[in-house]
């Protein structure tokens, strides 16, 4: 799942259920839970429900809490007062107040320090927060978007997330598919990748063709889009996509590959080095395309 614009790219029925999902979480001004694989889009989905809801002409703040510096979660996420510490020149409120009127998306929250996360659990009891050197709470009026890739119960099991927090979080939430669950949206979403990536980078397109996309569907991209979007701006910028796609899946040769393989080795009256290259692999990928052709015939 990727952005374009901010808006969640896929045309596959998968990504029209979540779209719709969101849709309804968006409508109701309540705390929102997004889980799912790393890279899934969940900042993507996160975006997606402050623009479809009524704070959207209000702030989006994002927060990453393994961005947080150790032992200045609690003043970066909370805010502190002048003369709070050695060198608070002067007031700076933290991420909360920032988004005070709009939306503030916690992502990856398992990682959240013992501090933090006690700053959190006020947020979500009483939609308050306490500058660091202040003794008065103040009062917020913000929409919490909370993420992860962790189990959270185990975490709590291993005490490393407050057993009151887990329980405070919201009962309401999307689990974002991982991408090999909807590769219908690979050409979809790998052409507004490249835009973006092209826009971003003032480097020339370069579009994919079929034999391109027949690998990129083969593969099985445990790091989902955001594996996705860097295979492809290695396509852009060198020309050829990672040797982990090039070579194909555990289990052999991508789909169609080793028909192409041989016949593209044909062509070249049996030269292996010229098939390769023309078809952007290792010769010892070539090699291996070729052997399991020859398995698939003898079975």
């Not at 029209?16 to 890279?39: C, I, K, N």
């Not at 020149?89 to 006690?118: H, M, R, W, Y």
């Not at 917020?140 to 978007?145: H, K, Q, Y």
Request: hydrophobic content about 40%; charged content about 25%; glycine content about 10%.
């Amino acid at each position: 799942m990727a952005t374009a614009n901010g808006l969640l790219v896929g045309s596959s029925a998968v990504m029209g259920e979540v779209r719709e999902q969101l849709r309804v979480l968006a409508r109701y001004d309540v705390p929102v839970f997004l889980s799912g694989e790393t890279g899934t889009g969940k900042g993507a989905a996160a975006l997606f429900i402050h623009r479809a809801s009524a704070r959207a002409g209000g702030p989006f703040v994002v927060q990453s809490m393994t961005m947080l510096t150790p032992g200045l979660e609690a003043d970066r996420f909370s805010g502190h007062v002048a003369g709070s510490f050695t060198d608070a020149k002067g007031d700076l409120p933290g991420a909360v107040e920032s988004a005070n009127g709009g939306s503030l998306f916690l992502d990856e929250i398992a990682d959240a320090s013992p501090a933090t996360q006690g700053v959190l659990l006020h947020v979500l009891e009483d939609t308050s927060v306490q500058r660091n050197g202040e003794y008065r709470r103040r009062q917020v009026d913000v929409r919490l978007i909370l993420a992860t890739n962790e189990n959270l119960a185990h975490a709590v099991l291993t005490r490393a997330f407050r057993k009151d927090l887990f329980y405070r979080l919201p009962p309401v939430g999307v689990t974002m598919p991982p991408l090999r669950e909807h590769l219908d949206d690979l050409p979809e979403l790998a052409h507004a990748l490249i835009a973006r990536a092209v826009a971003r980078y003032d480097c020339p397109d370069r579009s994919l063709g079929p034999f391109e996309l027949d690998l990129l569907a083969a593969y099985s991209w445990p790091g989902n889009v955001r594996e996705f979007d860097r295979a492809l701006q290695q396509w852009l910028i060198q020309g050829s996509l990672p040797p982990e796609i090039l070579s194909g899946t555990p289990s052999g040769a991508p789909l169609g590959m080793r028909a192409r393989a041989r016949a593209t080795v044909e062509r070249h009256r049996g030269n292996k080095s010229a098939a390769a290259r023309e078809l952007g692999v290792t010769r010892m990928t070539l090699y291996r395309w070729l052997a399991d052709d020859r398995d698939a015939g003898e079975a």
